[in-house]
């Protein structure tokens, strides 16, 4: 704890002396609060949520210089978290994590569906080499609601970021979360940078990045492998953009589903560039319910992407949750302006390209152009490699494998 004494800097002296005095302090970078500090162990047993909270508390509460929570080498268990701020500390706060923290593995330990929650933090910089591990292969058995009925709620998210605002979190990995590895919600401004997600292919909702109610999230340069989605974009998302992810195994990067409730409002201006997908179920996907209240997809770009034997590389889906596949759709839902440019690789479906939109919407400014891709799967049997389309009213410009509807 640093403290300046009034007498020390004098009135008279003024200003000059006073910024002086300050800069070898703040030279010194943020001052550190480091969790075994206040009581954190490293034993993988301990539960150092006290610890942790104290920590946190201190810096964002307490710390009149900018402050950085440190959380050193070894492994600490944790049971559900939550460092809320506004923080009184100058910005930005920057949490360290260089060790791997371990969630508690009783789901009735979890009050709400997330571990670690930041909340209410304008000025966050999650970093650091270290591995949050969400212990997934003990609770995934919890998700299957068919045989867990009593005990099936929503397992929690790794970490919820809520009302966070003009942030960072770069660096560290997300190890088999229970349920989505991150969750942003009700967000602005936040970057997403140099990230490692990773859970089995088969591991059941484990979306890599989910983002809902948010505006201006930008993600990039991130290796997701996981369960579900690598990256889904929820409702009432806004200005996103998307770069540089490698996705796989995953279900690809997809907006929606969308329109499952009726409190979910629009998506606008979604930008997915430069990503290589390896083997995932899907590539771009749109997908929505058919829905109750109206509400639209618009001015999205999917450009410059590299599949490689991807189930379903280009997929506009208005019937999602409907048991039927490719059922026709009624959604109540409007997607347009919306454009798939630059798409290479392999594909292992016959059906490459699926554009199917709603009969009360048709989809309006779709764009497919220069999407060439190459047919890797079984010998096809009666049928062609192509693309499906209904109610699409679709624009196709350059090379096109496969050929258009
Ligand atoms: C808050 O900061 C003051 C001054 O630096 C210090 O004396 C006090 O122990 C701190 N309190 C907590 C709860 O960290
Ligand atoms: C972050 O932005 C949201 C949406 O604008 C706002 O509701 C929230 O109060 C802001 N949070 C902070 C900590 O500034
Ligand atoms: C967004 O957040 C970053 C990181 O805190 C900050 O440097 C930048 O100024 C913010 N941008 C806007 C438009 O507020
Ligand atoms: C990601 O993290 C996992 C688990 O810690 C590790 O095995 C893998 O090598 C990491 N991948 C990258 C690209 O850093
Ligand atoms: C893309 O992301 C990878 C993996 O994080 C990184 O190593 C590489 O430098 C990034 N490339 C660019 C052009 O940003
Ligand atoms: C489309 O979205 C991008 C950002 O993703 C934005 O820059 C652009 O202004 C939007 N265009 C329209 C017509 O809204
Ligand atoms: C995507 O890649 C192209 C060609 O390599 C490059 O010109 C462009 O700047 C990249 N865009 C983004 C957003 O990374
Ligand atoms: C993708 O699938 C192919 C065919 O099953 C397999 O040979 C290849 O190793 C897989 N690639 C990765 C990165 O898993
Ligand atoms: C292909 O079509 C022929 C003629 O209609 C039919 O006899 C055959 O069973 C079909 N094969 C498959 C695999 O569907």
Known sequence: MVLLSCSLIGASRGHETRRSLLLPILNKGPEIFDVTKYGAVADDKKDNVVAFRAAWGAACKNSTTQAKVLIPEGTYRIAQTLFAGPCSSPKPITIEIMGTIKANTDPSEYASPEWFAFENIDGLVLTGKGVFDGQGPAMWPFNDCRTVKQTCSPLPSSLKFYKVNNSIVTGITSLNSMQFHLHVHGCNNVSLFDLNITAPGNSPNTDGIHVSSSDSIKIFSNVIGTGDDC???????????????????????????????????????????????????????????????????????????????????????????????????????????????????????????????????????????????????????????????????????????????
């Open 231 to 405: 990256i889904s974009i929820g409702h009432s998302s806004t200005n996103l953009a998307v770069h540089n992810i490698t996705c796989g195994p995953g279900h690809g990067i997809s907006i929606g589903s969308l329109g499952k409730r009726p409190e979910e409002g629009s998506v606008d201006g979604v930008t997915v560039t430069n990503c290589t997908f390896v083997n995932t179920t899907n590539g771009a996907r749109i997908k929505t319910w058919i829905g109750t209240v109206a509400a639209e997809v618009r001015n999205v770009t999917y450009e410059g992407l590299i599949m490689y034997g991807v189930q379903n590389p280009i997929v506009i889906d208005q019937s999602y949750g409907s048991r039927v596949a490719r059922a026709p759709s009624s959604s109540v839902w409007k997607i347009s302006d919306v454009h798939f440019r630059k798409i290479k690789g392999t594909t292992i479906s016959s059906i490459a390209v699926s554009l199917e939109c709603s009969t009360r919407n048709p989809c309006e400014g779709v764009e497919v152009a220069d999407v060439d891709l190459a047919y890797a799967g079984r010998t096809l049997i009666n049928t062609t490699f192509l693309t499906a389309c209904s109610n699409a009213k679709a624009i196709f410009g350059g090379i096109l494998n496969p050929p258009p509807c």
